[in-house]
């Protein structure tokens, strides 16, 4: 009970703590965030032995613990990811300030003038896992878009959070952002998560980052508004009228380059008129990068040396190097499959027949779809986001990559001349 009444306690000050805290940042001049994020990115480059020194503490007791290769990838730090992240900052840092931004006036003909504005949402939650990286990630776009933060990591990356949080909290304080801005609660059990969701006259919005079971506790547990970012399930359609070569790149880069991450294929649908042009060399190239195929009868016809693929393949997130495949008759069956198995965040068609495209754009109903390019670009940074707080699959308020507009509300402004109501 004493340990209870000690979470319960600290989530709630933290909370009314940043709180307090978004009131001073919601008028923030636009100067002093910038200032804060080009020192926050400053800090973590001079810094950089220090964040790796704390991450290894993690990634060693990830290890301990038996957790798989690609959880152990999303968790890992180094010299190049500390620098995408230094990168992630200062490209937030350049972006246009959303914060009193006037997004439509018109006069009534009463003569009231009536505007919309850009305010901040106020105090932001987000839960995520193993991926350090979201600890700046959040802070840079919420600091830009005059929102507090409260930070909460997985238990697995404590000690990589704990030192991300405290460097960026720290420099952003000497260039002017209000004390508590930035928070994290260092706190690993899961009483913390379940507080922090009550806390409705605190927090406006909770933003989780996760398995399938992180986001169902967060959605059946909170008083607060969520937009959740579920599982990545995403398909490369091949067409029949694709460019082979084109389709090879693609979905390799697709599966290949970062599986252990939600916009990595999981599954490849090649029409049948091209299949045994495509699979033989598609699936050798695929087995040298190690990747196991499992496929369906079809693919196991042309190619005979894979796993079969279950029913249970069709909805699998594998985040690992794992592939499932299966030949289609069109792009009827394509676009049926994609409905039934996705998860409505990537889905990417390779084609060369500008009919099959635009059909595959507006049939399929996904946060992102491609024409002709890999899934592995849905990304806040990649669409010229400078990052993102997460990939809503939902429609409301927000789909897709989250970024600084996403973490905005809309405020009514009306200029009068002394109007009545009769």
């Known amino acids: 009970m004493f340990i209870q009444n000690y979470i319960k306690e600290k989530i709630l000050r933290i909370a009314q703590q ?6 001073r940042l919601s008028n923030l001049s636009t100067k002093i965030k910038n200032d804060s994020l080009q020192f926050m990115a400053d800090i973590l480059e001079e810094r950089s032995g220090f964040i790796l020194d704390a991450n290894s503490k993690d990634i060693q007791q990830a290890r301990e ?11 890992t730090l180094n010299n190049t990811r500390i620098m995408e992240m230094s990168k992630g900052l200062r490209d937030v840092a350049v972006l246009p300030d959303p914060v009193g931004e006037v997004v439509r006036m018109w006069r009534r003909p009463n003569g009231l003038q009536i505007g919309k504005i850009r305010t901040p949402i106020g105090v932001i939650g987000i839960i995520y896992e193993s ?12 600091i830009k878009s005059g929102n507090a933060v409260i930070l909460r990591g997985g238990s697995e990356a404590i000690n990589s959070n704990i030192a991300i949080a405290n460097l960026l909290s720290d420099a952003g304080k000497t260039r002017g952002l209000p004390d508590n801005s930035i928070q ?7 009483e913390a998560v379940l507080e922090m969701l009550k806390l409705d006259t605190c927090i406006d919005l909770i933003i989780p980052r996760g398995g399938h079971s992180l986001i169902r506790t967060v959605v059946k547990n909170s008083t607060i508004p969520v937009i959740k ?7 490369v359609y091949i067409d029949s009228e694709a460019d082979l070569e084109m389709g090879e790149r693609i979905a390799f880069n697709a599966k290949v380059q970062r599986p252990s991450v939600c916009n990595a294929m999981e599954t490849l649908l ?13 699936i050798k190239k695929f087995k040298e990068a190690k990747v196991e195929i499992r496929g369906c009868s079809k693919t196991k016809a042309i190619v005979t040396d894979i796993e079969n693929a279950t029913d249970e393949d069709w909805d699998a997130e594998y985040l690992d190097l794992i592939l499932s495949i299966k030949i289609v008759d069109g792009i009827d069956e394509a676009i049926e499959h994609i409905t039934r198995h996705g998860s409505m965040l990537s889905e990417a068609i390779v084609t060369m027949n500008y009919k099959n495209a635009w059909r595959f754009l507006r049939e399929v109903d996904a946060a992102s779809v491609f ?6 670009f849905t990304d806040g940074g990649q669409f010229g986001l400078g990052a993102e707080m997460g990939i809503s699959t939902q429609k409301l308020h927000c789909r897709g990559p989250m970024g600084l507009e996403e973490l905005t509300s809309i405020k009514y402004i009306i200029f009068g001349d002394g109007q009545i109501r009769e």
């Open 18 to 23: 940043s709180k307090a805290a978004s009131r």
């Open 65 to 75: 613990n038996g957790l798989s290769s690609a959880f152990i990838d999303r968790l």
């Open 229 to 235: 970012h579920d599982k990545g399930l995403c398909h």
């Open 184 to 190: 994290l609660i260092d706190v690993i059990e899961r």
């Open 371 to 376: 024409v002709n390019a890999s899934t592995r």
């Open 131 to 142: 991926r350090p990286n979201v600890t700046v990630d959040a802070a840079a776009l919420c």
């Open 270 to 282: 090649v029409h049948k008129d091209i299949a045994r042009r495509f699979l033989p060399p598609m």
